[in-house]
C-alpha cells in the first residue's frame, strides 16, 4: 500500500484552504438543487443516454441524502420538463439562508475528457464548491478537473446565495458513461454531493 495518496494529499489540500475561508461560509438549511435541462433540452447526449435525465436522477438521490440530513431542499424541477435559464437563477434568489447547487454532466468532442469539476462565478460560492468538489472526488475517485470560475448563467445570475454548477463526468468518454448508467455510481455521485454540502454546512 502506498503511504503516499495523491489523492488524499489532494483532498487535505483542497479542504486546507476551504478552512481558511470557513468565516466566508453563510448559514443556511435550504438547498435549491437545479437538475440541468430538460424536456427538448437533452443536454450531452450519446445515443439514448441523455444529460437531462442522468442530472434528474442524481439530482434526487441528493435530495433524499439531504432531506434526511434535516435540509430543506427546493427543486427548480423534479420531471423532464423545460425550465428555462432565468427562472432557475430566479429560484436560486428566492430563498434567504440557501444555497444554490446546479448539477450537470459533461460533454467533448472525441470523448477523451475524463472527471469532475466545480464551477462558481461569485467569489461566496467558492468555499461551496471546494468542499462538493473533494468530497465528489473522494466518493467517486473520479479524476480531480478542480474547482474553477466560470460566467454560467445559472450561477452568475444567483447572486443571493452561495452558487456553484458541478459536472458529474463526461457522458462522451465511453468509460465514464459506462459508469453513470449504473445507479450504483450515480448514488456515489450524490453522496459525494450531499456530503460536501454537510461539511461546508458544519465548517460554518
Ligand atoms: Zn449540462
Known amino acids: ?35 440541468g435541462h430538460g424536456d427538448f433540452d437533452r443536454g450531452a447526449a450519446i445515443g439514448y443516454v441523455y444529460e437531462k435525465h442522468l442530472a434528474l436522477d442524481t439530482a434526487r438521490r441528493v435530495e433524499q441524502l439531504l432531506r434526511k440530513a434535516g435540509l430543506k431542499v427546493i427543486m427548480t424541477r423534479s420531471r423532464d420538463v423545460f425550465i428555462p435559464l432565468q427562472d432557475r437563477s430566479a429560484a436560486g434568489n428566492r430563498y434567504g439562508n440557501a444555497i444554490f447547487v446546479s448539477i450537470h454532466y459533461n460533454y467533448n468532442r472525441g470523448g477523451s475528457g475524463s472527471g469532475v469539476e466545480t464551477f462558481y462565478h461569485h467569489s461566496k460560492g467558492y468555499t461551496l464548491a471546494a468542499y462538493i468538489q473533494a ?20 450561477i452568475r445570475k444567483t447572486e443571493r446565495n452561495p452558487a456553484v454548477l458541478v459536472e458529474c463526468g463526461f457522458v462522451s468518454n465511453p468509460t465514464e458513461r459506462a459508469r453513470m448508467m449504473t445507479g450504483e455510481f450515480r448514488s456515489k455521485i450524490a453522496e459525494g454531493i450531499a456530503q460536501g454540502i454537510v461539511a461546508y454546512r458544519k465548517a460554518k
Not at 483532498?11 to 435550504?30: E, R, S, Y
Request: charged fraction near 15%.
Open 135 to 154: 468530497y465528489l472526488v473522494q466518493r467517486t475517485h473520479m479524476s480531480n478537473r478542480g474547482v474553477k470560475h466560470a460566467s454560467f448563467h445559472v
Open 1 to 35: 500500500m502506498n503511504v503516499f495518496s495523491p489523492r488524499s494529499f489532494l483532498l487535505k489540500l483542497i479542504l486546507g484552504a476551504a478552512f481558511l475561508l470557513a468565516p466566508l461560509v453563510q448559514a443556511f438549511d435550504t438547498v435549491i438543487l437545479d437538475p
